[in-house]
C-alpha cells in the first residue's frame, strides 16, 4: 500500500466528515419531533461572522416548555418574533435545528465536493 499524502489525508477526512453529517441529519430527521418555534432572540456566532445563534422557545408534544439556542447556516433569514418550523430529538428537547430542508445538507455536500477534489486533483 502506498503512502497517502497529506493532501488525500485531508480530503478523505472531509469525506468521512460530510457523510457521517450527512447520516446524522437524516437519523435526526427520521427520529425527531417538529414543532413550531418563536425566535426571541440572537447572538452573534463567536468565531463565524455574520451568522448567528438564534434563542427559540417551543412547546413539547407532551406540553413542555423548552427555551435553547439554535445554529441557523444562513444570516438574516429570521426576525425575532418569527415563527419557524423546527426539528428537536423527543429525549433532549434542548438539541433542536431550525427545519430548512435541503439546506442541513449544504455543508455536507461542500465538505464531499471539496474532499473529493483533494483526493482526485492529488492522483491525476
Do not use: W
Not at 14 to 35: E, R, Y
Not at 69 to 76: D, E, K, M
Not at 98 to 104: E, N, P, Q, R
Request: glycine share 8%; with cysteine; proline share 5%.
Amino acid at each position: 500500500m502506498e503512502n497517502l499524502s497529506s493532501s488525500e489525508i485531508l480530503g478523505y477526512a472531509l469525506i468521512i466528515t460530510g457523510v457521517l453529517k450527512f447520516l446524522f441529519h437524516v437519523v435526526f430527521a427520521d427520529n425527531g419531533a417538529a414543532a413550531d418555534a418563536r425566535i426571541v432572540g440572537h447572538e452573534p456566532k463567536p468565531g463565524d461572522p455574520g451568522h448567528y445563534n438564534y434563542i427559540i422557545e417551543f412547546t413539547t408534544s407532551s406540553n413542555v416548555n423548552i427555551r435553547t439556542t439554535v445554529t441557523n447556516l444562513f444570516p438574516g433569514k429570521h426576525e425575532v418574533g418569527n415563527i419557524v418550523q423546527i426539528l428537536y430529538d423527543p429525549e433532549k428537547p434542548g438539541s433542536a435545528y431550525i427545519s430548512c430542508g435541503y439546506h442541513l445538507y449544504v455543508i455536507e455536500t461542500v465538505l464531499v465536493l471539496v474532499g473529493s477534489c483533494f483526493v482526485i486533483l492529488e492522483n491525476v
